[in-house]
């Protein structure tokens, strides 16, 4: 067969080896000054000194590879890679990178074979090539998967102990400046930011905890969601990456609602949930938190996105007052019980329109009705309720009634 190798071959190949083991200071080197040229190592906090030690060790434990293939030092050499590996991952090298050094391996064993064989070399260096890749390729592997494992386990450590920091926040009705700043520095995030809260129970709680876990990483800095969990309900909180938009008047409040509804997380634009847009630092929290668990309750089945206070204030304060035992709405259909064929209907329809224009031409417009039909049907109105809707605390009645 002419792919077997000849025992004057196999002695020439230990002898380049060997050449190799006394050359560990050069790969050393020159891996050093090439790694050195990848961005991450050049500016990590794994030193020089550090590189060139690791590289040199690296080098032995791979030569010791060639010289025994797959048997003896193989152990050795996978357990050297693990722990690089681990070591890499916790020194914050990028994985990218971390690829990108340990193919330097084959590259530079295999350049120095180059430099040390003979012309008459060529046809046992192109049998033993696939033995030098395989333990290169050996050793990159269990580093890689180590590095992942590392990576793994250092965020579920990260993660544990944000939660514990998060839960010490919630857990305190008014946290205090000291609580607030150890959280903030758990987190990496200024605590006296701007931050937006959604609070949710059962499947729209399920789905906030998705989106926390897909944009809870570093790596989504740019809107980072964080996650707490209590009493069956689950929050989810982030920072304002700029102040909500304020003016006066309808136009500005609407204009202030979409500024914030625009920084809602993807994961989070289209969950039923209870909304607080603006939380004014990490300790007024807790208290956004309890606000938005009422909010959370408000929400009905046609609700498919967050609810705030702007949108919901009528329903929270009809609410309070139906638990105070006044019902509103109940009173308006008593007062309206006398109406007569359709005008009870017709009475409804132009106050709620009226209610939603605050005009009487544009409501006027939208009926088809003339403009004084509209005025003697609001007329009507306050003559049977006694609701006077050019009185906005009378006008406030019914849109709480009808919230």
């Not at 499947?203 to 998705?210: F, K, N």
């Not at 009809?318 to 109940?330: I, K, M, P």
Request: charged share 25%.
């Amino acid at each position: 067969m002419h792919n077997v190798e000849t025992s004057g071959q196999t002695s020439r190949w230990s002898e380049l080896v060997d050449q190799l083991d006394g050359r560990l200071d050069e790969l050393a080197q020159t891996f050093t000054t090439r790694v050195r040229e990848i961005p991450e190592y050049g500016e990590s906090q794994v030193t020089v000194q550090e590189i060139t030690e690791t590289a040199r060790e690296t080098f032995r434990r791979l030569i010791r590879g060639l010289k025994n293939g797959r048997g003896e030092g193989r152990d050795g050499l996978l357990d050297f890679a693990s722990d690089l590996g681990s070591k890499r991952a916790r020194a914050g090298i990028p994985p990218e990178s971390l690829t990108s050094a340990v193919r330097l391996d084959f590259s530079i064993l295999w350049a120095e074979l180059l430099e040390i064989a003979k012309p008459q070399d060529a046809i046992l260096l192109a049998s033993r090539v696939d033995q030098v890749w395989r333990v290169v390729d050996e050793f990159a592997t269990r580093t890689h998967t180590s590095y992942l494992t590392e990576r793994v386990r250092m965020a579920q450590e990260e993660s544990s102990i944000q939660r514990e920091f998060i839960a010490r926040l919630f857990n305190q009705s008014t946290p205090s400046v000291e609580t607030s700043a150890q959280v903030g520095s758990a987190l990496g995030i200024n605590p006296d930011s701007r931050f937006a809260l959604v609070a949710a129970s059962g499947e729209p709680g399920a789905r906030l905890r998705a989106a926390a876990s897909q944009f809870g990483s570093s790596q989504h800095s740019r809107q980072r969601l964080f996650l707490h969990e209590s009493g069956g309900n689950t929050y989810v909180f982030w920072a304002l990456t700029s102040v909500r938009s304020r003016g006066s008047g309808t136009r500005g409040e609407a204009h202030g609602t979409e500024a914030a509804a625009q920084q809602l997380p993807p994961g989070v634009v289209d969950v039923p949930c209870g909304y607080v847009p603006e939380v004014l630092g990490l300790r007024a929290l807790p208290a956004a938190a309890r606000t938005a668990e009422s909010l959370a309750a408000l929400l009905r089945p046609r609700d498919s996105g967050p609810l705030s206070a702007d949108s919901a204030w009528a329903r929270l304060a009809q609410q309070n007052l139906q638990d105070a035992g006044l019902d509103l709405a109940a009173e308006l259909e008593e007062a309206l019980a006398d109406c007569k064929g359709g005008e009870r209907e017709r009475l409804l329809e132009t106050v709620q329109n009226y209610l939603t224009t605050g005009n009487v031409t544009l409501t006027s417009e939208q009926l088809f009705c003339h403009r004084n039909t509209i005025l003697n049907r609001l007329n009507r109105f306050q003559e049977l309720t006694g609701i006077d809707l050019a009185v906005p605390a009378s006008a406030a009645r019914l849109v709480v009634a009808w919230a």
